[in-house]
């Protein structure tokens, strides 16, 4: 006789095959050729430094802010670069919120830190269409700042999007460029990613949604994957670092304890997964294996995301394990 927990492992093990049989990751023990800090993380409200002029800050947060969820990490990165003028300052990479499990706003913290560096903060990223409920808790604390957004969800079908269109105008909120900035390249490089599909934007408790709950989760025909999505991703060139978009591929290290909702969703230990193709479809297969094909197309050597907890990355075989991950979800032959 089986226990119940080992039920539960055998049914997630048969969850979410991704695509069905692909080969397994060809793996070479390749480590990175620059080591970035990732032991100085933690949920500490603090910026850290990771490389020269590259820093971090890790947030607790729930998905959605809904309380059933398990706590995550919220990532903001920050990169000192310059300008088009040439100019020094300080790009935020991703909007994190402060929710019910910080002690202070990330907007003040960011701030700060800013100011003790003696840089503007000129552009803000967000990092991925799921990613709104905060955009104008930035827009209001920078207001000299621009928040650039990936083109295709946030604006048009989302709400608190289009609120934050609505208030602060096409002119404090961009669509990112396909390829960035290009004054970053071969330094912090953006690129959007597009052609997915994922479900309507569903209400959060922040946007007066209802809490989920055992017996109040979203049904499969709510979560079907139909309205356009697009994600943000960053190769930092001096350290090797591919940094994913916020939502499409998590890592979890070996040995590490994946939350059973993750489980759910495809996520386990010690490797790349991206999100499966129920919950994340493929819209458009030639914009997103075109994509796919420029990411794998950059020598990096250690792969983090958004939410994976403080001092998590992966940094053997990256490569390898991002294109497995990919290749499993179709993204890429």
């Not at 300052?89 to 960011?110: H, I, M």
């Not at 190769?235 to 998590?250: K, P, R, S």
Request: glycine content about 10%; hydrophobic content about 35%; some cysteine.
């Amino acid at each position: 006789p089986t226990t119940r927990n080992e039920r539960r492992e055998r049914f997630v093990s048969t969850q979410h095959t991704m695509g069905g049989a692909v080969t397994r990751p060809e793996l070479t023990g390749a480590t990175p050729k620059v080591p970035i800090k990732w032991e100085d993380e933690a949920f500490n409200n603090n910026f850290v430094e990771l490389a020269a002029d590259f820093w971090s800050c890790s947030w607790k947060h729930k998905p959605g802010t809904q309380k059933i969820m398990p706590i995550i990490n919220n990532k903001q990165y920050a990169f000192k670069v310059k300008g088009e003028d040439g100019s020094e300052e300080l790009l935020l990479y991703g909007t994190p919120g402060k929710g019910e499990f910080n002690d202070v706003e990330p907007t003040q913290v960011a701030k700060e830190f800013a100011a003790s560096l003696g840089l503007p903060i000129k552009r803000i990223l967000a990092q991925g269409g799921g990613h709104v409920l905060f955009l104008q808790d930035w827009l209001a604390a920078f207001p000299e700042a621009k928040l650039y957004i990936p083109a295709d969800r946030i604006a048009q079908y989302t709400p608190a999007g289009r609120a934050a269109i609505a208030k602060y105008g096409r002119d404090r909120i961009i669509d990112l460029p396909k390829r960035g900035f290009p004054e970053l390249n071969g330094i912090v490089e953006f690129y959007q990613f597009q052609g997915l599909r994922i479900h309507v934007d569903i209400p959060m408790p922040k946007e007066g949604g209802k809490p989920f709950s055992i017996t109040n989760m979203p049904s499969r025909s709510v979560m079907k994957p139909v309205d356009p999505h697009d994600e943000v991703f960053c190769f930092h060139a001096a350290t090797g670092l591919m940094i994913g978009g916020d939502n499409v591929m998590w890592y979890y290290p070996k040995g590490a304890k994946v939350p059973f909702l993750f489980k759910m969703q495809g996520n386990k230990a010690g490797c790349i997964c991206c999100t499966p193709n129920d919950l994340m479809a493929i819209g458009d297969k030639e914009q997103v294996d075109k994509d796919a094909a420029h990411i794998l197309s950059k020598d990096f050597d250690q792969y983090v995301g958004f939410h994976e907890l403080p001092g998590s990355a992966c940094t053997v075989d990256a490569k390898a394990y991002l294109r497995h991950a990919m290749r499993k979800v179709k993204w890429t032959g």
